[in-house]
């Protein structure tokens, strides 16, 4: 079966009653014969923790909050993105940290150069490395007792620093976290996210539209791998002591088609979704975090995203994901999914049965 002959089943919402019988046939007939294939001759792991040791005295501030903004190759983009921070009208004390990520881009180091005349901004050049070392970078050179994210091709509403920080100060919270709009190129919306008021249990998978307190990322950095941001639900939100949603939007979100989501599609890149939940699982051990219920939900749920992001590889490399996150999986032996979605890939996992997880994902892809 070809993938387009699966986008039509689901389409045409006749897969189920096929889907059921193919999926008899797999749990009957049990994995595939399939010899994997080392998906690390492809990508390998970086290893790379998201612990850190910082001195203590790194945990002093001089002033309320830095905005740490990574560059590469923005353009126009990136003016937009400078204005809206520069131009927010708020009570705190705030600078900019604009970290260039090696750009080549013309436009982009000729908006580099006219922004260093602000005193808020302070402008470092670094050697290509990627966001998560760009943000690393500026995390450990800030000196705000709060600081928050924005991606250079995104921006800012009007007064989002000055209504995160005031509930952030208030609620003395960890993380404050806003609405946003997804946007197009042209500015206009595509969707609005927000959530009511109030504590919150759970968070938007991304490191911008938030701020962070500076106690928060003490022993904390972005692990340099790919999908960096899975720090966000996995490490962040359990060490925090108080986190609070406003329903205010503060963000603006435009995708990138060459930004890190777009540029792994059909990229061996995409892997790292795969090495930084198994980093993730070493981290959270060491850390002292406990799996729950909730945590369970959230693998189920990487599971399925990578073998979305990592369609192109061959079945061989896919079995050798599929061992990988099975062998990981053994630390929830005794959890059940509460979301029905996913009992067939549960029961893959469990029964090692990668015909069926293969079935499932592919069913499902499309949703």
């Known amino acids: 079966m070809n993938e387009q002959f699966y986008k039509v089943l689901h389409k045409a919402r006749v897969n189920k009653l096929i889907y059921f019988c193919a999926r008899n046939y797999a749990v009957n007939k049990g994995s595939n014969n399939i010899q994997s294939m080392d998906v690390s001759t492809l990508r390998s ?3 790379s923790s998201c612990i850190v040791d910082r001195p203590d005295d790194w945990l002093k501030y001089e002033y309320d909050l830095d905005v740490i903004v990574p560059v590469y190759n923005t353009g126009i983009l990136l003016k937009k993105c400078l204005d809206s921070i520069l131009e927010q ?3 705190y004390q705030y600078r900019i940290l604009v970290v260039d990520d090696g750009s080549t881009d013309p436009d982009t180091i000729r908006f580099l150069d006219e922004y260093e005349k ?3 901004i302070e402008i470092f050049h670094t050697k290509n490395g990627g ?3 760009a943000r690393d970078y500026a995390i450990a050179r800030s000196k705000g007792k709060y600081f928050t994210f924005v991606d250079s091709d995104d921006y800012l509403y009007e007064n989002s620093i000055e209504r ?3 509930v952030a100060v208030s609620e003395n919270a960890d993380i404050v976290e806003g609405g946003y709009n997804n946007i197009s190129w042209d500015d206009k919306i595509i969707h609005t996210y927000n959530h009511k008021n109030g504590i919150l249990e759970e968070l ?4 911008w539209g938030k701020v962070y307190s500076r106690e928060l990322f003490h022993r904390i950095e972005y692990p340099l791998y790919g999908f960096e941001d899975s720090i966000t639900e996995t490490i962040l939100k359990p060490i925090a002591n108080k986190i609070v949603g406003i329903s205010d939007i503060v963000y603006a979100y435009r995708r990138n088609r060459k930004s890190l989501s777009y540029v792994m599609q059909g ?4 892997i790292d979704s795969f090495w930084i939940t198994h980093q993730i699982n070493k981290d959270r051990k060491q850390l002292g975090l406990v799996n729950d219920q909730q945590y369970y939900e959230y693998m189920l749920r990487v599971i399925q995203l990578t073998f979305r992001r990592n369609i192109h590889l061959k079945d061989e490399y896919q079995m ?3 061992d990988r996150f099975c062998a990981e999986m053994n630390d929830f032996k005794d959890y059940k999914t509460n979301n029905s979605l996913y009992s067939d890939l549960e029961l893959a996992i469990k029964q090692h049965n990668f015909s069926l997880y293969k079935l499932w994902n592919k069913m499902h892809m499309f949703e």
Not at 204 to 207: L, N, R
Not at 267 to 270: C, E, F, G, T, V
Request: charge should be negative.
């Open 118 to 120: 602000y005193d808020k």
């Open 164 to 166: 995160m920080m005031s």
């Open 267 to 270: 990229n061996d890149k995409s």
């Open 131 to 133: 966001l998560p070392a």
């Open 45 to 47: 792991d970086a290893g």
């Open 204 to 207: 938007y998978g991304y490191a």
């Open 320 to 322: 050798d994901l599929f």
């Open 89 to 91: 009208s708020t009570s």
